[in-house]
T-cell receptor
């Protein structure tokens, strides 16, 4: 989702739950998508990426789903841990460009 | 392997002062980028470079200059700092697109800059 003013959308979960973070992208020509994790005081850290010729990709405890029909991207985190607390944001790049467009992010809070 | 290193980590400037932010990467990446991040907003591209000796403007280039004299370094300069430039600045680097596909960017941990 999009942020309102200075506040990011927030997702609060309990430790051990599965988390789903959503991202709506704008450019139908985008063919490469990336999820980043940003912890407080740190730079964005690459989590997982997916190309437009796929609709699902799995990593360690994370899965990215891509629905090109409705231009929607999601990040699923299995068995969420307190260390997963961070801001997560997606980025999209359209073919022929190497400049990503970043979303504003979603704050994930994991309660022990 | 240090990845992307930014210096300094923090800086306070007075309006009108100048300074240079340094970004260094040890991954032999061709592409380098400077972003600013403000509260509640996504990363906004200031300038970028696709190779040594080349630079290009991003989304918000005004008030900034850059230089890429060496492949591993990308410098961001503020000639006359303004309060509106108070922000967190991130440098990133990446490989060029591989077989028409893009590569993820790797980020430094940022420079927190306050302009009084």
């Amino acid at each position: 989702g999009e942020s309102v003013g200075l506040h990011l959308p927030t997702l609060s979960v309990q430790e051990g739950d599965n988390s789903i973070i959503n991202c709506a992208y704008s450019n139908s020509a985008s063919d490469y998508f990336i999820w980043y994790k940003q912890e407080s005081g740190k730079g964005p850290q690459f989590i997982i990426d997916i190309r437009s010729n796929m609709d699902k990709r799995q990593g360690q405890r994370v899965t990215v789903l891509l629905n090109k029909t409705v231009k929607h991207l999601s990040l699923q985190i299995a068995a969420t841990q307190p260390g997963d607390s961070a801001v997560y944001f997606c980025a999209e790049i359209s073919g022929g460009s190497y400049i990503p467009t970043f979303g504003r992010g979603t704050s994930l809070i994991v309660h022990p | 392997n240090a990845g992307v290193t930014q210096t300094p980590k923090f800086r306070v400037l007075k309006t009108g002062q100048s300074m240079t932010l340094l970004c260094a990467q040890d991954m032999n990446h061709e592409y380098m980028y400077w972003y600013r991040q403000d509260p509640g907003m996504g990363l906004r591209l200031i300038h970028y470079s696709v190779g040594e000796g080349t630079t290009a403007k991003g989304e918000v280039p005004d008030g900034y200059n850059v230089s890429r004299l060496k492949k591993q370094n990308f410098l961001l300069g503020l000639e006359s700092a303004a309060p509106s430039q108070t922000s967190v600045y991130f440098c990133a680097s990446s490989y060029p697109p591989d077989r028409k596909f893009n590569q993820p960017q790797h980020f430094g941990d940022g420079t927190r800059l306050s302009i009084l």
